[in-house]
């Protein structure tokens, strides 16, 4: 990932326009009429070898001419021409370009792909930022910059819009002027060949001037610095996403049922919400969420899920409150002190609940008073206000009464949407809303819609945040038995694990399986199930036979030795004639579960194209497919994650229990999500898992039946957990050491499960440390705080804390370093508990962080410290620091360390 030089992308002081054209209505005409006219400040420089002027402004012959070289270079010109002037812009000292031509690889053709790798080659050695090919341009409304050939210009605002498709900068730039929406930057994105959305959000992200980011997604390259983007720039502010293609008729039918339901979209979704972003579906859906947060954006991360509706027909609030319900929402109670202010204000024929109808007539003075009673009320935590049209009642007074009682509240405001229904009755009034910045929709519908988004964002945000509670108990995984099962599989030349090697993987990862012995024939398979005990079940055994039901190769609840014997010989022959060349190498006999009412449960992997090994837990059974009841998350997982991931699908509210039935082991069935997980970062060579069904009841969980296709590593050299689109947590960073007093302590990386702990630590710091650490006090560490430091992105930033070898639980130290996107520094920074100082914790720790940031390539670590924190300055010049007085603070010390 990389920001580097996209400043000149975004605030160029000048721009030179290869291609300009007096054409009427060509590319080059409508590009150039577009810089010379929306209020750009620098100069514009045309390239076009056979026009004296464009615009009125004299034209350059070639990039070799302009006087001086353009901070911004656009491309319309021939596929052919744009390589050479690529890097003729790059040897003039250009540093970002727009490539507006197509051309290059689109439908998959090979001259086209040749063409784009030659203007990568032309790029690179400049370190040149290329947006496109293939593109509409881009916009920097603040700037007056429009260097695009979109037919209208974007308002100036604080909304990004990023998108793969240049048709949807047109119809995103038509539906928001009217309504007064402004952009911060608009940018078409085209094929990406350099710039792509992740280097697009981590600009975003610490954009002042940016508020919230839309995107359009058609598709996702690179996946973990997408994900590692996206989840950096979420936490700043609002970032919603509308993904393209959602039905994928090209998707190739998967061999195992995990396979069958994990399609690319549902892995989208998954991780959108991972990210903390918003995803809608529609476009409607996507411009009513833009104008939701162009009003709304600072109180998305604070809105509850309890809404008050008031309107003035009945009708409308049922249709309000059935849309709230019917997506998930909550309708706010009215506490009985709102009942009673409303009752002195409103008519006696008012409904007294919510949703609250003030009848048809009501004047501004009643829509004043009980918008008033309603944002009083604790228990609402937001209001949509409606209004339907009627002969009696003037649609503009209503709509400025409801402004009125919002400017009169300006600290903490909830949020209030409104729906002034008809076409042109409420004409004026919607002119009034979007004035004052207040959301406003044409229906019921649409209103609840919005607000829902903002519940769903706030969700996503508090998954973020969310504090897991430490896994139960659990033993270490046995790697070295899962090595041997696989290694063994692939040198036969298998892709399928047999039952029996599948569930000692399993079995090896601590996820419970039932006991099944593998053999040859009939014969051993009566001295198998003598030793297991009756019943038992009988199951084909084959390479070739992945799905056995369907062949008829499962037979249950066998009860003697001749009943097996029987089923024996008759299994054989239903699949012989069902797979006839299929290879049959036996059977695997298993212990019948008496389980009772156990739910069945499926738990997968599938891989992923684009994001990887992907988790997927739903109903199970043999009607799973039917069912499609299920949910998908990316690993690795926590509990909280895992928690979470279950309660998306329906057949969790079943179990947690109901009626004279008792939950299910939740936290066992998370305990195995995780497990599973975990298998899929530790192995290349699993490509793919099923479990069905997974029982589950009360008593915990046990899998009957599992299958795990293997595959050569794709990349041997590299750590397993490389395919993950979410880095998990870096195991090998864990070691033990010993500080210079004899003291045994352990290092190992930070891990979400930590927050308490490091809380603990930071109430050990007396007032002065804090101050060296911070440079500010703090009495305490909020949980929002402490979440941020303890749930870390693995792939961008590190913290290693140190902790007593006899007290696991305690936390003595921590270091973390956070690099730039460019990889290129790092920050530092050093905390140790009071008490603890001068012991070499902090020595330690910096140590093994400069070993880290050695490893992942980083160019230098630096931090700021404070002039008089000597103790630190003193470790800093003892590890090689190189040290300055900060040019903006004589009190800071710049201190940093080049890593080669």
């Not at 057949?651 to 939740?666: M, N, S, V």
Request: net charge negative.
């Amino acid at each position: 990932m990389s920001v580097r030089n996209l400043d000149s992308l975004f605030a160029p002081k000048s721009v030179a326009l290869i291609g300009a054209s007096n054409r009427e209505n060509s590319v080059g005409q409508v590009i150039a009429r577009n810089l010379f006219h929306s209020g750009f400040a620098g100069p514009v420089m045309p390239v076009n070898p056979k026009a004296e002027a464009v615009e009125g402004v004299l034209a350059y012959k070639d990039v070799q001419a302009l006087p001086f070289a353009p901070d911004l270079g656009v491309v319309c010109t021939p596929p052919d021409t744009v390589a050479p002037i690529v890097a003729a812009l790059g040897a003039r000292g250009t540093k970002a370009c727009v490539v507006i031509t197509a051309g290059f690889g689109e439908g998959g053709s090979q001259a086209g792909e040749k063409r784009m790798q030659a203007v990568l080659d032309a790029a690179r050695p400049h370190t040149l930022r290329l947006v496109g090919p293939n593109c509409v341009g881009t916009m920097v409304p603040p700037l007056g910059l429009n260097a695009s050939f979109a037919h209208i210009g974007a308002r100036s605002g604080d909304l990004a819009f990023l998108t793969q498709s240049g048709a949807m900068v047109t119809a995103m730039l038509d539906w928001s002027t009217p309504r007064g929406i402004g952009f911060s930057k608009v940018v078409s994105l085209g094929d990406m060949a350099d710039v792509d959305f992740g280097d697009l959000l981590d600009y975003l992200a610490n954009d002042r001037e940016t508020r919230a980011i839309l995107l359009y997604v058609e598709a996702v390259t690179h996946a973990r610095k997408f994900m590692s983007a996206a989840r950096a720039a979420a936490r700043a502010k609002p970032v919603i996403v509308i993904k393209g293609g959602r039905h994928a008729e090209g998707a190739k039918a998967a061999a195992s049922h995990t396979g069958a339901l994990a399609g690319a979209d549902a892995v989208y979704d998954a991780a959108f919400k991972r990210a903390g972003m918003l995803r809608v579906d529609t476009l409607d859906e996507l411009f009513d969420a833009a104008e939701t947060l162009a009003m709304s954006a600072r109180l998305a991360r604070t809105v509850g899920e309890r809404l008050a509706i008031l309107t003035n027909g009945g009708g409308l609030g049922v249709l309000a409150t059935d849309a709230l319900i019917g997506d998930g929402g909550t309708l706010a109670e009215l506490s009985e002190a709102t009942v009673a202010a409303l009752d002195e204000t409103l008519p006696a024929t008012w409904s007294r609940g919510n949703p609250v109808d003030i009848i048809g007539d009501a004047p501004g003075s009643r829509y004043e008073a009980a918008l008033e009673g309603l944002l009083s009320d604790r228990g609402v935590d937001a209001v949509l206000v409606m209004h339907c049209p009627v002969a009696v009642a003037d649609p503009l007074e209503a709509a400025q009464a409801t402004v009125a009682t919002l400017e009169a509240r300006p600290g903490g405001r909830k949020p209030v949407f409104t729906a002034w229904l008809g076409t042109e009755a409420p004409r004026k009034a919607r002119a009034l809303f979007a004035e004052k910045r207040l959301p406003t929709y044409d229906t019921p519908e649409q209103a609840v819609r919005a607000f829902m988004h903002l519940v769903r964002y706030r969700r996503n945000q508090d998954l973020l945040m969310q504090t897991p509670p430490s896994v139960p108990d659990h033993a270490e995984p046995d790697q070295a038995a899962v090595r041997e099962i696989l290694d063994a599989a692939l040198a036969e030349g298998r892709t399928w694990l047999s039952e029996p090697e599948a569930k000692r993987a399993l079995a090896a990862y601590g996820i419970p399986t039932v006991q099944t012995r593998e053999v040859p024939d009939a014969e051993a398979a009566l001295a198998a199930a003598e030793e297991l005990g009756y019943p038992v079940a009988l199951k084909i055994l084959s390479p070739d036979i992945t799905h056995k039901s369907d062949v008829g190769g499962v037979k249950l609840d066998i009860e003697s030795p001749e009943q097996l014997q029987r089923e024996s010989q008759r299994m054989l022959r239903r699949c012989r004639a069902a797979k006839p060349q299929a290879r049959l190498a036996g059977f695997s006999v298993q212990q019948m579960a008496r389980r009772p009412g156990a739910h069945e449960l499926i738990l997968g992997i599938v891989e992923d194209r684009q994001f990887g090994p992907v988790v997927l837990f739903g109903q199970g059974g043999t009607a799973v497919e039917v069912i499609q009841d299920k949910a998908l998350a990316l690993p690795p997982l926590n509990m909280a994650l895992a928690r979470s991931t279950m309660r998306e699908t329906r057949i969790h509210r079943l179990l947690e229990g109901y009626r004279d039935r008792p939950a299910a082991d939740l936290d066992g069935i998370a305990r195995a999500l995780i497990d599973l997980a975990q298998l899929a970062a530790d192995f290349q060579e699993v490509a793919e898992v099923d479990i069905n069904p997974l029982l589950a009841d009360a008593e915990g969980v046990l899998a009957l039946d599992a299958r795990i296709k293997v595959q050569a590593a794709p990349d041997p050299q590299r750590r397993p957990a490389w395919r993950l689109a979410i880095r998990p947590y870096p195991k090998y960073l864990e070691g033990a050491a010993t500080l210079p007093d004899g003291t045994p302590v352990f290092v190992r990386p930070i891990r979400p499960e930590d927050e308490a702990a490091l809380v603990e630590a930071y109430a050990h710091l007396t007032p002065e440390d804090v101050h060296m650490r911070f440079f500010h006090y703090m009495k305490s560490l909020s949980h929002e705080t402490a979440a941020r430091l303890t749930q870390i992105d693995y792939n961008r930033e590190m913290a290693l804390v140190a902790v007593p070898q006899d007290d696991p639980g305690q936390i003595w130290g921590v270091v973390r370093i956070a690099a730039d996107p460019d990889n290129a520094r790092a920050e530092y920074a050093v905390t140790v508990r009071s008490e603890l100082k001068g012991r070499g914790v902090g020595y330690l720790l910096m140590q093994r962080i400069l070993d880290y940031a050695r490893e992942r390539g980083i160019g230098a670590v630096w931090g700021d410290v404070l002039a008089d924190n000597e103790r630190m300055l003193q470790m800093n010049q003892e590890l090689g620091f190189d040290l300055e007085r900060h040019r903006e603070d004589p009190q800071v010390i710049r201190v940093t360390k080049r890593l080669d």
